[in-house]
């Protein structure tokens, strides 16, 4: 028997995010429908502390989702902690930068802030009884010690399990099952990953990382997001069923890819043949 | 050593031998080792003496042995008989020199091998100490990853194509990821890619992605508020490596997405003054603009929008 993984899909975040793209509540609302219809196991709605349009669609899907959960977004921030929970999403994820460059450069901030903070976001949302997850921004780039002591202090407030994001898209099959297998040992949670596609290796790389024990792996449909995009769940789940039990079916899976094409892309509906 | 075989698998297009010709010249100029041609397309190139840089490695697929004579002046012949073995399964291909002495052996296939599974098979060829050409097929959509472990772990060539036509790895994704990991320089060859994607489109009458990894004209657009923050304070923050190792260049798109330091990042372009408090108004704007047209904003669009904010 085939080891379960679960499917995360993101298209309607780290997806939508992709340059060009700017989908209504109503579009978001009825791709979510589609998503809980394929059976994924979570939908990354969106951000809602983007305003009401994140909102109503947050809304919107927690009413006609009924088998996925649905996840809403966070920057390390209480503010937008308290504008997801107005959308009472099953999980709240909250994003941490934990490479160093991204500490320094991006929040112009250090280690001990960023635990800190990352405590104050966690207590707050843990003590209004929500499911926390959290995302290790840039893990790919970052030291896994660092991450590991990270994981603990997650661990023992309650968080679910934590997301390595290979955020610009740089490891190779090889090093993705090195880091999440260090990880995993170290830090005793359960880990998603979550791939981007800069180097043609999103699918090989969240292969890997099931191999190397991680349980949830991050899809977006038709592979849309930032730059090359995240990995494509038509493709993951072709090449994974090889190995593992997806609980997605490769036809309707490639089906709901094309059935979104024209709200992903409505100028390009009957575009040219793409290589 | 990385063999580019796009010259390959253009056979059904008929091209014209002065596009092909222009297409080996950019091929030429990227950090590979070798360029692959099918009898074809030698056949349209050999009128342009001499077609052949002295600085690379050149190899002729052939179906025939007795093809070698005909074609003299290759550093080697891969010999791919009709096939067979059946779909999906390994074959192997022999490189020859003019003589029939095997120069090394190309193996085709590997359709199966996903994930780590390939770090194992690939030490058990290494420990035949043969040279081993290694040219994955792309059905599971890892090619590109079996040719980079492969390579990493000291394998002795594999086999490429641009975007991957013919079912191959890409060839510009795996001297991407190999610059990566520190295993190859690049030294400027990396921007002749986007002329060579332009020929590669004349010739097949099909447009890449342009999401398309390493070779897409969209890879560098930001968009998202906390990415364009992040890119304007250090862009490797959100790259991986900077557009003009490409011969692309970074542009920032306004849409729904678009935060504070995306739009005052464009108003300092556009030369408009934008004051703080006018933020989140404009952003609202700009999102519910965004959604009702289904896309980004064009130019004029952002201009008119950021021109009434600031009045």
Known sequence: MKEKCYIVDTSLRDGEQSPGLALGSRDKVAIAKLLDGLGVYEIEGGIPAMGKIEQAALWGMKSVCHRARIKAWNRLSLQDLRMSMECSPDVLHISVPVSDLQIQKKLQKNRRWLEKTMRECVDFA???????????????????????ELAM???????????????????????????????????????????????????????????????????????????????????FVETAALLFDTGIDLSAARAAEAAVQNIFFPEKAHNATVL | MLTDCTLTSLDAYGAQAESLLCLLRKIERLPVDALELSVPVYEKLRAFEPCMD????????????????????FSGYLLQEKSKVPAEENEEIPCLDLYGKEIFMRRRGFDRLIGIASKSTFEKILQTGKRN????????????ALSVTWLLMGGYGAAASLAGIGGYGCTEEILMALYLQGAVLLQGEMSALQSAKALLEEITGQQLSGK???????????????????????????????????????????????????????????????EEKQLARLIERLQRKSVGRQARLSEEAVRQLLLDAAD
């Open chain 2, 54 to 73: 002295t600085q690379k490695k050149y190899f002729l697929r052939i179906r025939h042995s007795a093809e070698r004579s005909a074609y003299p002046g």
């Open chain 2, 212 to 274: 398309k990894p390493v070779l897409g004209s969209d890879i560098f657009a930001v968009e998202a508020g906390i990415h364009v923050d992040g890119v304007v304070k250090e862009p490797s923050l959100y790259e991986p490596y900077p557009p003009e190792l490409v011969g692309l260049q970074r542009h920032l798109v306004i849409g729904k997405y678009s935060g504070r330091s995306a739009l005052l990042a464009k108003a300092r372009e556009l030369h408009i003054q934008l």
């Open chain 2, 133 to 144: 050409e290694l040219a994955p097929r792309d059905t599971f959509h890892c090619a590109t």
């Open chain 1, 153 to 235: 202090i997650l661990k023992n407030m309650g968080v679910s399990y934590i997301r390595f994001a290979d955020t610009v898209g740089i490891l190779t099959p090889v090093g993705a099952y090195e880091k999440i297998n260090v990880l995993r040992e170290a830090a005793g949670m359960e880990i998603e990953f979550h791939a981007h596609n800069d180097l043609g290796m999103a699918v090989a790389n969240s292969v890997a990382a099931l191999q190397a024990g991680a349980r949830y792996i991050d899809v977006t449909l038709g592979g849309i997001g930032e730059r090359t995009g995240n990995c494509a769940l038509g493709d």
């Open chain 1, 126 to 148: 843990r003590g209004q009884d929500y499911e926390v997850t959290i995302g290790f921004e840039d893990a790919s780039r970052a030291e896994l010690g660092f991450m590991a």
